[in-house]
């Protein structure tokens, strides 16, 4: 059974910068692409950023070039590192992979 659990979250200013953490059981990581997604409140889910199990990235227009998803195979884990945060930005935010996702990590943007 895939187990998905995120970590880091929490309330940074605007400008600021956040480390997202995903760790992944249940599945051989390291053949599998992840995914990051978020919801903020009232709104759907959304994608935010994906990379494959060759490391290949992908992103949003809204985070390219202020987030950077990363893994860590032998941790069984994928990071997105969030910089220049916005407002905006607020949401839960969740990883993704297999059709299976974890409970998600609260990020809020606010001065």
């Known amino acids: 059974q895939v187990q998905l659990v995120e970590s880091g979250g929490g309330l940074v200013h605007p400008g600021g910068s956040l480390r997202l953490s995903c760790v992944a059981s249940?599945?051989?990581?390291?053949?599998?692409?992840m995914d990051w997604y978020r919801q903020a409140a009232g709104k759907q889910r959304e994608w935010v950023a994906g990379?494959?199990?060759?490391?290949?990235?992908d992103y949003d227009a809204s985070v390219k070039g202020r987030f950077i998803i990363a893994r860590d195979n032998a941790k069984n884990t994928v990071y997105l590192q969030m910089n220049r945060l916005k407002p905006e930005d607020t949401a839960i935010y969740c990883c993704?992979?297999?059709?299976?996702w974890g409970q998600g990590t609260q990020v809020t943007v606010s001065s």
């Open positions: 990379i494959g199990s060759a490391g290949g990235t």
């Open positions: 249940g599945i051989p990581f390291r053949l599998y692409a």
């Open positions: 993704g992979s297999t059709g299976s």
